[in-house]
């Protein structure tokens, strides 16, 4: 969960600065040596996934209905374990952030480029 929220307030702009290039080498290292490796590494980066991404369809689906449509079950079942057996709610909190409505249009009209 400590990924989904540091990305997510990197999402939302409120990330911290980045560390320098030779400290975030070092740290990853670290991370690389002592972190989850084979299986539990895809278990938990297949979560993450889901949960950034039942966040992301949360906030930019105006029509409930069609968000909870175009979330697979499974992924429900991922988000509704971390949220009520892991982390206390933590999942949904994410979304009451300031700066996490629903996106609407760019202002002034602008459009993107493709």
Do not use: C
């Amino acid at each position: 969960m400590q990924t989904v929220e540091a990305d997510d307030e990197a999402k939302l702009g409120r990330g911290p600065e980045p560390a320098p290039v030779a400290v975030g080498k070092i740290i990853a290292a670290i991370l690389n040596f002592l972190g989850p490796k084979g299986i539990e590494f895809a278990k938990y980066s297949v979560d993450y996934h889901y949960i950034r991404n039942w966040l992301h369809v949360q906030r930019h689906f105006k029509d409930k209905e069609k968000a909870k449509r175009h979330v697979p079950e499974f992924a429900r079942v991922i988000v509704e374990r971390y949220d009520n057996e892991l982390t206390a709610g933590k999942v949904r909190e994410r979304l009451a952030l300031p700066g996490s409505e629903a996106a609407g249009k760019p202002k002034g009209g602008a459009r993107r480029r493709m």
